[in-house]
């Protein structure tokens, strides 16, 4: 995967003692974490709220996480997260993101998280609400 353009979504964060591990880094589960607070700070500044489209009934589900550990992140480290945005396929949105590491500019992560809407029914479908999100 590559860098994100400069024009992507982009959130800040920190390392929290309580998310690391043994090994003293973050544990790799924790960066789903970060990933999903980031895809869900993107959706507000589109105007979009994860819990109102669920209300609506447009309930946004991931289908595949695609998940490029570069290094680790320790307590107390800053970092950013961006999102962009791609049409999968008819029913499919991407996500692209990257974590990177402020005080070194390092790439942590890389990863393409797909999605897909579903209705009351269970079925999937592209809601114009996703489509606003390109």
Excluded: W
């Amino acid at each position: 995967m590559s860098i994100l353009a400069p024009t992507a979504f982009t959130t800040s964060m920190s390392v929290r003692d309580y998310e690391c591990d043994m090994q003293g880094v973050v544990n790799n589960a924790v960066y789903q974490h970060y990933l999903e607070h980031a895809r869900h700070e993107f959706l507000k500044s589109r105007g979009l709220d994860f819990a109102a489209l669920t209300a609506q009934g447009i309930i946004v589900v991931v289908i595949r996480a695609e998940l490029d550990y570069r290094r680790s992140l320790r307590s107390g480290d800053d970092f950013v997260i961006s999102v962009a945005t791609e049409r999968e396929s008819r029913l499919r949105l991407a996500f692209v993101q990257q974590i990177v590491h402020v005080a070194s500019g390092a790439v942590v992560m890389d990863a393409r998280i797909v999605t897909t809407a579903v209705n009351g029914a269970g079925k999937p479908y592209f809601p114009a609400e996703l489509q606003s999100l390109l």
